[in-house]
């Protein structure tokens, strides 16, 4: 199977600019989570997606959004970007179902490498 | 909230020799620990996990975790380290049942295998 794919992989935009983020699962897996990681704050979960409804967000502002089509493939919205929103951006797939007991392993995409001038 | 730890920010090694890379958490409830390793410029990549069970666990590239529940930790283990083994490692715990989907990772160690 194919893994996580992310797209673009890198990206340069400015203060001020919104930027859309790509992220296609692991063929099956219905649920998608995206994670930021800076030298600073580490790895942070954003939120998950499961069947087109985001299932949890993490503690970030309502600047960073998300969505789940129909075929599980998700995108992430950042509006208004920031210096420090620079990050390497992460999504992650699992095949977690509707009654799952969460045991399952979350599979991780290269991410996508924002820098914000 | 559940955590976990990674007391050291960086791990040396000879090349050949045991390696250990630790992991403590805090949770209420059953652990569900992993392990993920990231090399320069990549995504995460699954290494282990702990869901129930033995208490030792047995993964990829030969690596394998003790689950420790007196002591709350969840170290990696590798009984001959490889220089290609030089990477970033994190410890993550999933997060309570009604987060859904979210782990909470530790801050990384750095691991340094030398020839």
């Known amino acids: 199977k194919a893994g996580v794919t992310q797209t673009p992989r890198y990206l340069i935009k400015t203060r001020g600019q919104q930027v859309t983020l790509s992220c296609s699962p692991i063929s099956g897996h219905r649920s998608v989570s995206w994670y930021q990681q800076t030298p600073g704050q580490g790895l942070q979960f954003l939120f998950e997606y499961f069947s087109e409804t985001q299932r949890n967000k993490g503690n970030f502002p309502g600047r960073f959004s998300g969505r789940q089509f129909s075929n599980s493939r998700s995108e992430m919205n950042v509006s208004t970007l920031e210096l420090g929103d620079s990050a390497l951006y992460l999504c992650?797939?699992?095949?977690?179902?509707?009654?799952?007991?969460?045991?399952?392993?979350?599979?991780f995409g290269p991410g996508t490498r924002l820098l914000v001038l | 909230a559940q955590s976990v730890a990674q007391p050291e920010d960086q791990v040396n090694v000879a090349e050949g020799n045991p390696l250990t890379v630790k992991c403590t958490y805090s949770?209420?409830?059953?652990?569900?620990l992993f392990w993920y390793v990231q090399y320069p410029n990549r995504g995460l990549q699954f290494l282990l996990k702990?869901?129930?069970?033995?208490?030792l666990v047995k993964g990829s590239y030969g690596f394998e975790a003790e689950f420790n529940k007196s002591q709350t930790s969840f170290h990696l283990k590798k009984p001959s380290a490889l220089v290609s083994d030089s990477a970033l490692y994190f410890c993550?715990?999933?997060?309570?049942?009604?987060?859904?989907?979210?782990?909470?990772f530790g801050a990384g160690t750095i691991l340094r295998v030398k020839s």
């Open positions: 992650a797939s699992s095949s977690r179902t509707s009654g799952g007991s969460y045991q399952e392993t979350q599979y």
């Open positions: 993550a715990v999933r997060d309570k049942v009604e987060y859904g989907n979210k782990l909470v």
């Open positions: 949770v209420s409830g059953n652990p569900y």
């Open positions: 702990y869901i129930t069970g033995d208490n």
